[in-house]
């Protein structure tokens, strides 16, 4: 069984990837020196200007470290399952501190996205779990489990 979801993923990540970085961008390009250093942004203004740079709130710089791939369809969808929910709290935190109506339009779209996007991967796992079963490959042996 073959489930091909990386293009669809990808672009779709990318895709989110891009609107945060446009929100970033558009925050920061008129900021002045004295504002920089108001808002603790400094450090991060000699390293990148106001260029988005992917990295966590706590300043640790993304990687492809943090994909986990094991080549189990049901153990990568379940990854991407807690990867939604995880985004989708994230988008939560963010509008707990946001006050601009701005930003919070398009983090509320992106939340509604890792939703839908969680939605669709438990019904993949289902889906999964499905086909495996009838080909007696994976995730449950009737010979086995009874």
Do not use: C
Not at 18 to 30: A, F, W
Not at 55 to 61: H, L, N, W
Not at 125 to 139: C, G, M, S
């Amino acid at each position: 069984m073959r489930l091909s979801f990386g293009p669809l993923v990808g672009t779709e990540e990318l895709g989110h990837l891009e609107m945060v970085g446009t929100l970033v961008h558009q925050l920061t390009r008129n900021l002045s020196d004295s504002q920089i250093k108001t808002a603790g942004f400094d450090a991060y203004f000699v390293d990148h200007t106001t260029g988005v740079y992917p990295q966590f709130a706590s300043g640790y710089p993304w990687s492809a470290s943090t994909m986990q791939v094991t080549g189990d369809v049901i153990a990568d969808l379940t990854e991407d399952l807690a990867a939604e929910q995880k985004a989708r709290l994230t988008y939560d935190n963010i509008l707990r501190l946001s006050d601009d109506p701005d930003v919070n339009d398009v983090i509320r779209f992106l939340r509604e996205r890792e939703i839908v996007h969680f939605q669709r991967f438990g019904e993949a796992i289902e889906l999964a779990k499905q086909r495996l079963d009838q080909k007696n490959v994976y995730f449950t042996n009737p010979a086995f489990d009874k």
